[in-house]
């Protein structure tokens, strides 16, 4: 089965960085749209970037300036370097992804676990 796995997350001063990877397994034909989410505690879930298959990228305002969303293909992986963060930064990230499993077949949505992200002092 398809499985998202993220990674890369965790404490981190006000300021500081950290890249988040989203690597992809399983039989997978190709992979479309990929997306990073976070969801603080109390709050909705809410977009934080996304990149298509051609590479074209969309970004929330509250990472604008200061996130990128890239994706190596070879490798199955999206990533999602944060700079400058914030401790309004804080929350568990998701990756999402719509993976087509074989030629032929409709793409699905796939969820990761999530990674925690903390900024604090």
């Known amino acids: 089965q398809v499985k998202l796995v993220e990674s890369g997350g965790g404490l981190v001063q006000p300021g500081g960085s950290l890249r988040l990877s989203c690597a992809a397994s399983g039989r997978i034909f190709s992979i479309d749209f990929v997306a990073w989410y976070r969801q603080a505690p109390g709050k909705e879930r809410e977009l934080v970037a996304a990149i298509s298959s051609g590479g074209t990228t969309n970004y929330a305002d509250s990472g604008k300036d200061r996130f990128t969303i890239s994706r190596d293909n070879a490798k199955n992986t999206v990533y999602l370097q944060m700079n400058s963060l914030k401790p309004e930064d804080t929350a568990v990230y998701y990756c999402?992804?719509?993976?087509?499993?074989?030629?032929?077949?409709?793409?699905?949505?796939?969820w990761g676990q999530g990674t925690q992200v903390t900024v604090s002092s």
């Open positions: 999402n992804a719509d993976i087509a499993r074989s030629y032929g077949s409709g793409s699905q949505v796939y």
